[in-house]
């Protein structure tokens, strides 16, 4: 009788099974030994004490160990990744059929989705969020049964960019629903959000992936230092498509650095005084006359801005860096924003070089984390002023965008 097939078998490429499994045997090398077959220089690095002259582990074990550990869940059930972009493209590369399979999303959402699909060769179906920038799940998952090669569905909760938190309890309703796709539910801002993560479901369910990263709450942005968490056979299956050596020595250590267990209580203050920075400036409303409410994390506040000029912007604008799914989508749609103020100092960008900006977009595409800023959009066919309700956030202004008036 034949083992059962898993659903990571069932799903993935047949170029990715026909690969051997990943070998994470390794425990790392011996500092004093010399790995003839590696042909590693022989003399220490110059400028820094950190042994960047080895080669790092394939997997780091330590790490590994202690990021399941920090989400609740064994070794097997986690794959170390270059940030959650690196686990969103492992995932796309080790299931989608180029010209066949395809991804689901709902946007707006993180670009990144669609973008490592496109490298793939993958279709994406866009179920767009409603009015409230809110998951429509049930429609999700009638356009994913009716199209029937959707391998991946991708949730970000809490979003990027609205800030919207998608309940557990719906995606884990979107996962029965849909036995024979993996759900992806990107947690990058969880911690953020007063939401229980789903790792440890997502470590006994074949189709169901949680991505976490250390970028966000644990301020290793530029070490880059991600992870897939999901049940063991889909995290293996996933693993042969990743590269020999993800992460460099000095993210590792970076990484092993933050998470030691003493500095677990300094993460959760600086946590905890983002969000009361957050509140606090939310909660100081330049006008509540349209406010309606809008994500951040979980939470609803109304925050409603004037014109640009009356923000001390000037009528012709300035351009400012932002993020660019929001300005892609509310560029070619009708009665959005015309003023968006946002808690970051942006750069300035010309509305000529903005890439996702629509036909609409006034200027601006999206911000950058700091303290005050703001993006100016047109409507595509009216040029009265839509009032907007926007989150102040210190965390960072692709987590939390607001909710408008048409």
């Known amino acids: 009788m034949s083992a059962r097939q898993s659903l990571a078998e069932k799903l993935a ?64 059930n986690l794959w170390v990744t270059r940030g959650a972009d690196d686990a969103i493209e492992l995932l796309v590369r080790s299931f989608c059929n180029p010209g066949e399979d395809a991804i689901a999303i709902s946007s707006p959402t993180f670009t990144a989705y669609e973008r490592f699909a496109a490298v793939q060769g993958a279709r994406v179906i866009d179920v767009a969020l409603d009015s409230d920038f809110d998951l429509r799940a049930d429609a999700l998952a009638e356009a994913i049964l009716a199209d029937g090669k959707v391998k991946l569905a991708f949730v970000c909760s809490p979003a990027n960019p609205t800030g919207n938190v998608v309940p557990p309890a719906d995606i884990l309703a979107l996962a029965d629903r849909l036995p024979d796709t993996i759900v992806v539910a990107d947690e990058a801002y969880v911690e953020f959000a007063e939401v229980e993560s789903l790792a440890r479901e997502a470590a006994t369910r074949e189709n169901l992936v ?15 230092v991600g992870a897939l968490v999901g049940h063991p056979d889909t995290v293996a299956m996933t693993s042969r498509a990743s590269p020999f050596y993800p992460l460099p020595v000095p993210s590792i250590e970076a990484a092993m650095a933050a998470l030691g267990p003493s500095r677990r209580s300094l993460h959760e203050r600086r946590i905890a005084e ?99 800023s703001a993006v100016a959009f047109t409507s595509s066919s009216s040029q009265s002023i839509a009032n907007a309700l926007v989150s102040l956030s210190t965390i960072t202004p692709s987590t939390n965008v607001s909710r408008f008036l048409a």
């Open 274 to 372: 983002l969000l009361d920075e957050r509140d606090a400036g939310a909660h100081e409303r330049v006008d509540h006359a349209a406010g309606r409410g809008v994500g951040h994390g979980g939470e609803a506040v109304g925050h409603a801005v004037g014109r640009g000029e009356e923000l001390g912007f000037g009528s012709a604008g300035r351009g400012f860096r932002g993020v660019g799914g929001l300005a892609g989508h509310l560029g070619g749609r009708t009665g959005l924003v015309n003023d968006l103020l946002r808690n970051g100092f942006a750069h300035s960008w010309p509305p000529s070089s903005c890439p996702s900006a629509g036909a609409g977009a006034k200027f601006g595409c999206t911000m950058r984390p700091s303290r005050v």
């Open 210 to 224: 949680v991505l976490r990263t250390l970028s966000k709450a644990f301020g290793l942005a530029g070490a880059r």
């Open 13 to 76: 490429r047949p170029e990715i099974r026909a690969l051997a499994p990943f070998d994470i045997a390794e425990t790392g090398p011996d500092p004093d030994a010399i790995l003839l077959d590696s042909n590693e220089s022989p003399f220490a690095p110059m400028g820094t004490d950190v042994p960047v002259n080895r080669y790092p582990e394939s997997q780091p074990q330590a790490l590994r160990a202690r990021m399941a550990a920090l989400y609740g869940v064994e070794r097997e």
